[in-house]
């Protein structure tokens, strides 16, 4: 099973974590003096932290308020300026600076300065003057914002003080804590955080699954990685993802046969669509004894749908099928086709050895002198060629 690098897996999810951080309603939490008609959503009920009485001094309020509604007109650039001032005002107190510097973070990140928002956010957390709602989303948005800068290790640390003080157990939360322990490849703590996680969501994305599944391949339990992906192809039949999974979890087990009677299955009902589906139904036929035929099959379906590229991978996949089946001129055509499109002169040097064995001579020359011509590891292997009476 081909998996994303660790550092890719980690950078996506974390970019799609930083895109749902919500700062808090800055309006509501400044202007406490009207009666709010809804009572403010409690998102971390279970919360060990005891919340201080939010409310605004008189000596920042006129300013505080300038700040809102700059942050609310989406002026990031002025709403640093105001977080400064705010920040800066004697007499301001402990909640009047965290709000402040709540925003201010919320501003540089949408200005592209991650470390002026990491500073902002770790003063929010040492003033701690906001309501749980607040201080805890600030917690976690520098956790994010450490863990996507390669920070991991003071990442999980604000990370797992963040779990431990606010009681989360939102799956994408722990999900969040798994990433960073498998970028770590620390893989056998992140296995039961990420089993939780997917196991508390009714459908979990499919880049948790894939994370979870690589896990497992990292320490060598493909038995538990099959188990995962044979329960969610059994529980969903018609999603190809699933499918897919499950054989790509056969092939990393190296059961072939299952993996190729996965793929057939959707290959049967029309299902395959893509280069990357066919390929890796080819690719797992030739890591199958005696299953050149069905390679070859595969292909030239893959390539009549339009879903495989007429390429030099293509072709020499074919090629090499056609050989090893016996079919000698098919194999010598493909060679032909795939040569050109090489980078080297490897794939012209194969087809010069064959069509010499073939005894066509004069080709196999000329296939030799293009070899070189491209550039080969062993020039003298095609000097040979081309010297041969």
């Known amino acids: 099973m081909k998996f994303r690098s660790k550092h890719a897996v980690l950078s996506l999810f974390i970019a799609a974590a930083l895109g749902g951080v919500v ?27 005891q919340e201080p009485s939010a409310k605004s001094s008189t000596k920042a309020g006129k300013k505080l308020q300038k700040l809102i509604d700059a942050y609310n007109d989406s002026d990031f650039p002025l709403t640093r300026t105001l977080a400064d ?42 003033l701690d003057g906001l309501d749980n709602n607040g201080h805890f989303q600030s917690m976690l948005m520098l956790a994010q914002l450490q863990l996507a800068d390669d920070e991991l290790a003071p990442g999980l640390a604000t990370l797992e003080r963040f779990l431990t003080e606010s009681k989360s157990k939102r799956p994408d939360d722990l999900m969040l804590k798994g990433q960073a322990l498998y970028q770590m490849e620390r893989f056998q703590e992140a296995i039961p955080v990420l089993k939780q ?61 299952k993996a190729a009677g996965v793929l057939e299955k959707l290959r049967a009902s029309g299902q395959l669509s893509d280069e990357r589906e066919y390929k890796q139904l080819y690719i797992t036929y030739a890591n199958m004894d005696g299953r050149e035929k069905d390679v070859i099959a595969v292909i030239n379906e893959g390539i009549q749908k339009g879903a495989l590229k007429a390429d ?78």
């Open 23 to 49: 700062v808090a309603d800055a309006s509501a939490q400044s202007s406490r003096s009207s009666k709010k008609s809804e009572k403010a959503e409690v998102m971390f009920p279970d919360a060990t932290r």
């Open 85 to 126: 001032e705010v920040l800066a005002t004697e007499g301001a107190n402990n909640y009047d600076r965290s709000l402040a510097a709540q925003l201010a973070a919320q501003a540089a990140y949408n200005l592209d300065d991650a470390a002026g928002a990491k500073k902002y956010l770790q003063q929010v957390l040492d």
């Open 197 to 257: 996680a997917v196991e508390a969501t009714p459908e979990p994305k499919d880049s948790w699954i894939q994370l979870l599944m690589a896990s497992y391949a990292e320490t060598n339990q493909n038995a538990e990685a099959i188990a995962l992906a044979e329960r969610l192809a059994a529980k969903n039949p018609a999603d190809k993802k699933a499918q897919m999974n499950l054989a790509s979890v056969y092939a990393q087990a190296d059961q072939m046969d």
């Open 312 to 389: 030099h991978q293509t072709y020499l996949a074919l090629a090499q099928s056609y050989y090893y089946s016996d079919q000698i001129p098919q194999a010598i055509e493909n060679w032909q086709k795939a040569a050109p499109l090489s980078n080297d002169g490897e794939t012209y040097l194969n087809l010069a050895r064959v069509l010499w064995q073939e005894g066509r001579v004069a080709e196999a020359k000329q296939a030799a002198q293009q070899a070189l011509a491209k550039g080969v590891k062993k020039p003298e292997d095609a000097k040979k060629i081309i010297n041969l009476k």
